[in-house]
Each structure stands twice: as structure tokens, then as C-alpha cells.
């Protein structure tokens, strides 16, 4: 690869990286074609992007992106893929789903909300946390229960007075 083009993939993955709130690294060599076209179309429709990179080219990347990404250096070995995605936590919840049948991709490292996860035992981890919707919606129906219990409050309330009146109106006539 000519040192022109290595500079071009170092300035996209860096454009990349500093794009993406979210990344993850995970090894996903030893997959057949079949097997990574697969992985690929599940990645396309849940919006993650897999790129497969060097670890030197990616490594400068990381050191040029606006990122604290120093503790992924360490896990830049063997092969590497990353997994770019708006949404934390859903290209954990591929990895995980993924390598119960192929054992490919193995999780590295993440990027995180602006924190760094290092190792497989972070995964599960990575799966639990609640994207920014989803933190909003929880929110959002908190705030709408107790109107929603004085709603239906007042709704019951209000025949259980038309009831009573009703059985009163009876009792007189």
C-alpha cells in the first residue's frame, strides 16, 4: 500500500472515529465469505458500520481523532474490525448474539458515552447500558404516571357519583 493511500484510510477512520459517539473493536478474522457477508447485512440493518483496518493505520487514527482513546492501543493485535454505531449499546448486542453460533466476532475493546471498556468481560456490560432514547423515554413515562393515575382517578371517581345517583334516584322513586 503506497503511503498516499495509507494517509487517505488514516484521515477517513479519523473522520470516523470523531463522527461516532460510539465504536467497538473486535476480531472477526477466520469467517468465510458466506459466514462475513452475513455479519455484514446484520450489521446494515441495525446501522452499524464494520470496517476492517490495520491496527498501525487504525492506531494513528485513534491517536489524531478528539478522542481519549489511549487505553484501546493495547488490544491492537492480530486482526481488527470496528464496528462504528450511533447507539451504544447495539453493536454489543450483535457481537453477543453473532458469536453464539459463528464464535466470531470476538469482542476487544470499546468506546463508549466517552469511556473506554477493555476485554471480553465488558460485554455483558456494554449489552446493559441504555441508549440516550431510551434513557428519555423512561424518563418521559415517570413523569406521565402521576397524571395518568388522576386521570383515571377523576374517570372512576366520576362514575362511581353518576352510580351513587343512579341508586339514590332509584330509592326516592
Do not use: W
Amino acid at each position: 500500500m503506497k503511503r498516499s493511500d495509507k494517509l487517505e484510510v488514516i484521515e477517513k477512520l479519523t473522520s470516523e472515529i470523531n463522527s461516532y459517539n460510539h465504536f467497538y473493536i473486535a476480531d472477526i478474522s477466520g469467517l468465510n465469505a458466506e459466514v462475513t457477508s452475513n455479519l455484514r447485512r446484520l450489521c446494515n440493518k441495525r446501522e452499524v458500520k464494520l470496517v476492517v483496518v490495520k491496527n498501525k493505520l487504525l492506531r494513528k487514527a485513534l491517536e489524531n481523532s478528539n478522542k481519549n482513546t489511549e487505553e484501546l492501543y493495547d488490544v491492537l493485535k492480530d486482526n481488527t474490525s470496528v464496528l462504528f454505531s450511533n447507539t451504544g449499546n447495539v453493536p454489543a448486542k450483535l457481537i453477543k448474539e453473532f458469536s453464539k453460533k459463528n464464535k466470531k466476532p470476538v469482542f476487544k475493546a470499546a468506546f463508549v458515552e466517552e469511556c473506554t471498556y477493555v476485554g471480553e468481560n465488558q460485554l455483558d456490560a456494554l449489552i446493559d447500558i441504555k441508549s440516550k432514547e431510551e434513557l428519555i423515554g423512561g424518563i418521559i413515562s415517570m413523569l406521565q404516571a402521576p397524571v395518568k393515575n388522576v386521570v383515571s382517578a377523576l374517570q372512576s371517581g366520576g362514575q362511581t357519583i353518576s352510580g351513587l345517583l343512579k341508586t339514590l334516584e332509584q330509592r326516592t322513586a
